[in-house]
């Protein structure tokens, strides 16, 4: 070998520097229906085993590599607002990335925003949830307006007159983002507007005005005058908006465009900077005497707009447990591959113990979740209808206020690697939060609950029955649920104790769904360190005698 070749030879060593060894890889191209153990048993416990094989295709487009790209492409090209187009003309316009509108489009076509108004019956809500829950694992953003479209049609049907005129076009089958009237579309989103800047939690103190145009009353046109804080997805069709009248504050829905297809002054004055739930777009808006019909009893809005709120609440618990199962199964796949100290990391005792918690925290949270999905489809029992108006609000409490540490704790499952932007877990994280927030934070549910307790003292035997069918399966939780009970004995200091309550009351009926239908290895495990062990402190607390191994087996994203 001469000198230039030994030096070029030399040059190519030195370029290889070392080799990729003992890192994880993509978490692409699985199944995320049928790859979820407790996913498929859920769907077929709670009554849409109907929908499995749509459930399977879903998961696989849900699960690709191409498919998962969407979400990173509509987090990291975030919506913007022009308010005026090149000529001056009022716009408010909001641009978002070819990814967000191919979210919204999958999501429209499979009925995420209406398939139980369409297809009601046995699994209707079971199935839609199902779908929701997978869809979000891909994308959270998307889904405020998917669920506000959604939660629309039970608050409009109060007005029949004006639920059939909209309900066919909301309900549609049809994803149209083009900024022009309802008139010239054949599908319809619809957003919400309650929170002013001066009250959210207590819409009461709304100072928005309506003023008849004619006729009072319900299904009549008003003009409202005032601005909304924060007004979520501002290309939807239409909002339902709270404002005063003489008689209190109603409700209304507004549509973007006058029927005479001129802009209807709705005008939205920038978009929020969001710390998470980017691709979604979320503004500040004034109402200049923009046209609305009036929807349910005048000076009854909260009471009208409840049944909205009522189902995004539950989408909240649909969508936190959707960011658990996406961080768990992100964790169980890194912690599989990597190894440290001589064994791979799902070997070692002790993260054998944070995965197998963070595990039992999800198949908790999909439990409670896919149960009330199922009351929601028998509403006209009253046992359902009463755990609906009271287990939603324990549940989308508990769910989504366990959620942000439960996806702190699998990004250190990753190390450092976890906090770097280019891992999936910045955006988990920083989403983690927004469900507890908004559609009534922690607080105003827990007083929720002690409302429904008093309103309807049926709710309340509602709840014992309902933990009661897990009664003589573990002594752990007949002792806590016996607790409860003594604590509702005393009614000193409710609101100060009412989150201590709604706490036990979440794992309570998480504890008795899983005593019944869970595997005896997950469901005693989560009642002993829930219920009287550590795990109320940090992950990865669970007693000696957890199987760890079987739940994080059974919680595997690629088994
Ligand atoms: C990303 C995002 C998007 C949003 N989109 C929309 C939208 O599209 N439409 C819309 O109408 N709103 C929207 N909101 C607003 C949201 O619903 C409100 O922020 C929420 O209801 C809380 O209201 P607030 O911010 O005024 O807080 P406040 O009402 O001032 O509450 C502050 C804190 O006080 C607590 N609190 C309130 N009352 C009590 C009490 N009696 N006892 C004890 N504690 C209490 C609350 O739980 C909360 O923790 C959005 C919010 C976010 C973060």
Redesign the pocket.
Known sequence: MNAPERIAKDRLFLADTHEVINVSSELTDTNLYTHDMALVEGVRREGAGWAHDKLTAFGALTGSAEYLELGVQANQNPPELDTHDRFGRRIDRVRFHPAYHTLMRTAIEHGLHSSPWTDPGTGAHVARAAHTYLHTQVEAGHG?PIT?TFAAVPSLRTTPALAALWEPKITARTYDPRNVPDAQKAGLTI?????EKQ????VRANTTRAFPIGAEGPGQAYELVGH??????PMCDAFLVLAQTEAGLSCFLLPRWRPDGSKNPMQVLRL?R?M??VS?A?SETELRGALAWMVGEEGRGVRTIIEMVAMTRFDCMVGSTAGQRAALAQALHHCGQRSAFGRVLNQQPLMRNVLADLALETEGALALTLRIARALDHRDDAHEDHLVRLVTAVGKYWICKRTPHHAYEAMECIGGSGVMEDSPFPRLFRESP?NA????????QC?DVLRAMQKTPAVVEAFFAEVGKARGANAALDRHVAGIATMLRDPGDA?YRARDLVDRMALAIQGALLQQHAPTFVADAFCASRLEGAGHRNYGTLPREADCVAIIRRASPTL
């Open positions: 405020c506000m957003g919400m507007a309650m929170t009250g959210g939690s207590d909304k804080y924060f007004v979520s997805a929020k969001k998470g739930n979604n979320s927004v927030i908004w559609e009534g934070s922690g607080n105003v007083l609101e």
